[in-house]
């Protein structure tokens, strides 16, 4: 008996670790914010610049897919009773939180630039023709709002803390430049999402660019028999606003 209980405060401070490793892992901070709508291009070369940042962020999420290995095998070795529910816990909040893959009938949008022949009339904004990070998320809120299950912008997936920003001609998501055509899609009831997607007035602005052969936006929404959304590799991000004294 008396070896048995040694064994057991043993394993205590073994388990306590494990937890706080859990923990730490489910709220690790790095998100991008969605501002600025400039397509001007800034300073340096375009290509290096965006192999470089692609570089890091591949390292960057190599890293967090190992740590999260690790922290598997780690928990998969202790047997502590309470530590499993928390595991079982925090594996149900993975699929709502975007962090196993999913796939399933959906809607595929595909957003572009005008063609390159298209000339406005004097006095027009040239950037009406160009596809923003504003447009992207219109339609991506839209696809929320009609109860998607899963969404993802050019195959990878969105989770709520997702930003998605303009710099020059491309838009960054997660850290990665992407140019257009931008693809989003969406897995959920599909006559839900259309229906989202056609009344949403902002979905709808820009539809309406779309059909005029003034700007000839580039717009183009199907259904899809299965779409596959992978898991969100990306570190989770939570912040949060602190009060001055």
Not at 50 to 64: C, F, H, L, S, V
Not at 98 to 109: A, F, H, I, S
Not at 171 to 181: A, F, I, N, R
């Amino acid at each position: 008996m008396a070896k048995a209980g040694s064994h057991v405060r043993q394993r205590w401070p073994l388990a306590v670790l494990v937890i706080f490793a859990v923990a730490g892992f489910l709220f690790v901070a790095a998100s991008v914010s969605a501002d600025g709508g400039d397509l001007r291009p800034a300073g340096g070369d375009p290509s290096s610049l965006a192999k470089e940042r692609a570089d890091r962020i591949k390292d960057r999420r190599a890293d967090a897919r190992q740590l999260r290995d690790d922290i598997d095998e780690l928990t998969a070795s202790v047997s502590n009773a309470k530590l499993k529910k928390l595991r079982a816990e925090a594996k149900d909040l993975e699929e709502p939180t975007g962090l196993t893959p999913l796939e399933g009938p959906g809607v595929r949008v595909t957003l572009n630039d005008a063609p390159p022949t298209v000339k406005l009339p004097d006095g027009e904004n040239p950037n009406l023709l160009f596809v923003h990070q504003q447009d992207i998320q219109a339609y991506v809120n839209a696809l929320w709002a009609g109860g998607a299950e899963a969404v993802t912008l050019q195959g990878q997936r969105l989770i709520s803390t997702t930003g998605i920003k303009c710099v020059g001609p491309t838009v960054v998501l997660d850290g990665v430049p992407y140019s257009p055509p931008y693809v989003i899609e969406a897995i959920g009831d599909v006559g839900a999402m259309n229906t989202s997607l056609a009344t949403s007035p902002t979905t709808v602005t820009f539809a309406s660019y779309a059909a005029d052969p003034e700007f000839q936006l580039g717009l183009k929404i199907e259904n899809v028999d299965n779409v596959k959304a992978p898991a969100y590799t990306a570190a989770v991000s939570l912040s949060y606003a602190k009060a001055t004294s």
